[in-house]
């Protein structure tokens, strides 16, 4: 069973920092294009950030370009995504998302991800 396990959301004021964790079980996704999307309530899934396997790229919505960063660990089957300068607009379910086969113009489309996480909630105050 192929599994993808987001952690590391919660609740912290504008400007603060978050650090979330995708851990993937089942199988091995080193080779796998692996990314970050997030969804607001009333609004649809949006990309946050990308990363290739071997590390290529990575990319980011622009957004969250400069504040995001996005990295991964082939060794422990886990990505991150460290947030910083957090704002109001970057609440929402945060999900975890990976691709065996995608090509970049296809990395911010979610329809083009084969496996997924639950989601973890991060909300920004102001």
């Known amino acids: 069973q192929v599994n993808l396990v987001e952690s590391g959301g919660g609740l912290v004021q504008a400007g603060g920092s978050l650090r979330l964790s995708c851990a993937a079980s089942?199988?091995?996704?080193?080779?796998?294009?692996m990314t970050w999307f997030r969804q607001a309530p009333g609004k649809e899934r949006e990309f946050v950030a990308g990363?290739?396997?071997?590390?290529?790229?990575?990319y980011y919505a622009d957004s969250v370009k400069g504040r995001f960063t996005i990295s991964r660990d082939n060794d422990k089957n886990t990505v991150f995504l460290e947030m910083n300068s957090l704002k109001p607009e970057d609440t929402g379910v945060y999900y975890c998302?990976?691709?065996?086969?995608?090509?970049?113009?296809?990395?911010?489309?979610?329809?083009?991800?084969?496996?997924w996480g639950q989601g973890t909630q991060v909300t920004v105050s102001s």
């Open positions: 089942g199988r091995t996704f080193r080779r796998d294009t």
């Open positions: 998302a990976a691709a065996p086969t995608i090509i970049l113009s296809s990395m911010r489309d979610y329809r083009q991800y084969n496996y």
């Open positions: 990363i290739f396997r071997s590390n290529g790229g990575p």
